[in-house]
């Protein structure tokens, strides 16, 4: 073998786990490295990964992924979500299905990971080269969203994330999303119809970047009409502790006039709260949620939401995908899907 097949092939074997061992550092770290993330790491660090990357001749191959010819006919989809029961998430089911479904019908399979925030870098997703292909749903802050985002795109794979807003300085990767801000604000509007004179928005404790679109359209709407707003952050493991938090904020606040919910699980549990304590529905507080899954309609009497397409994002992410790696590049880098308002009885 010559000196140029030599290095030919030690490129060839140079990918984000070994330049990591050969640095002495994370692959997370080499990941922010490639994609030119720098913050918070320091001068001797970027120089050590720097030469690490270039002593093995590490070269991340932006334009030809797709031109591989060995295929594991297999997609990864990390579910980065503190909760154990990660997957009764309506919202996270329906995608799921629309996704496998999907890729069954091409001959693909689906690996599923539900990943703790704290253990993206140590999943097997990230410490094995097993599938073609990834998608990511991520909770957490910006910055973490950020950084996982980047260190999936570091493992030279296409990559589909759901629900985040699109990085443009990182490479091979297509977003798809549900237009949550457009659906809130039609939500919003909607519920001052009522007239009502303070309001109740009640989410999540964990982090979604879904969630937060909501919230601020929301708030945008009902504070730019005058409305009193509060927002109130509670566990929605179970309908009992969504309740209770409710209770105990309406124990020192008073009945707002109307409760937005995040979602249809917390719009659900707080109408039981409500019935539980003889407070009437709509004409005396009005109640909304959000994503309008089927289970959650029926359990909510009529609840006035807005549709979540979220079945369809999955069956066109696994499209996407599937596409990309008979070709060099995602044709756009974004894609979002409308959310419609489901007028009920409940607001």
């Avoid at 996704?99 to 704290?118: A, C, M, T, V, W």
């Avoid at 009902?222 to 969504?242: F, P, Q, Y």
Wanted: charged letters at 20%; a neutral charge; aromatic letters at 6%.
């Amino acid at each position: 073998m010559d000196f140029l097949s030599r290095e030919t092939a030690v490129a060839e074997k140079a990918n984000l786990h070994s330049v990591a061992a050969h640095a002495g550092v994370s692959i997370a770290t080499v990941s922010k490295v490639v994609n030119g993330i720098h913050l918070g790491m320091s001068q001797a660090t970027l120089e050590r990964v720097q030469a690490s990357i270039n002593e093995l001749g590490y070269r991340p191959n932006r334009t030809g992924r797709g031109l591989r010819t060995l295929r594991r006919f297999m997609i990864g989809l990390a579910v980065v979500d503190p909760s154990p029961t990660f997957l009764t998430d309506p919202f996270t089911t329906n995608l799921v299905a629309g996704l496998s479904n999907y890729l069954s019908e091409q001959d693909f399979g689906l690996l599923l990971h539900g990943i703790k925030p704290r253990q993206v870098e140590q999943s097997f997703l990230v410490r094995e080269n097993v599938v073609d292909a990834f998608c990511l749903m991520l909770s957490g802050s910006a910055n973490s969203r950020r950084t996982n985002t980047a260190m999936f795109a570091g493992l030279n794979h296409p990559l589909v994330v759901f629900q985040c807003k699109p990085d443009e300085t990182l490479q091979d990767i297509c977003y798809i999303n549900q237009d949550d801000r457009g659906g809130a604000l039609e939500l919003a509007k909607h519920i001052l119809l009522r007239e009502p004179a303070n309001a109740l928005i009640v989410i999540p404790d964990i982090f979604w970047p879904a969630i937060e679109k909501r919230v601020e359209a929301f708030w945008e709407v009902l504070r730019g009409a005058g409305v009193a707003t509060k927002v109130l952050r509670c566990d929605e493991h179970s309908a009992d502790h969504i309740g209770h938090s409710i209770s105990q904020h309406i124990g020192r606040h008073g009945l707002p006039d109307v409760i937005l919910g995040g979602n249809d699980k917390i719009a659900v549990a707080a109408l039981q709260m409500l019935d539980s304590r003889g407070v009437s529905v709509p004409d005396q507080v009005a109640v909304s949620g959000f994503n309008a899954f089927e289970q959650h309609r029926h359990a909510g009497g009529n609840l006035t939401s807005a549709s979540s397409p979220a079945y369809e994002m999955g069956v066109l992410g696994g499209k996407l995908l599937l596409k990309r790696l008979q070709s060099t590049a995602f044709e756009k880098n974004e894609y979002t899907l409308p959310v419609k308002i489901i007028p009920g009885a409940t607001a």
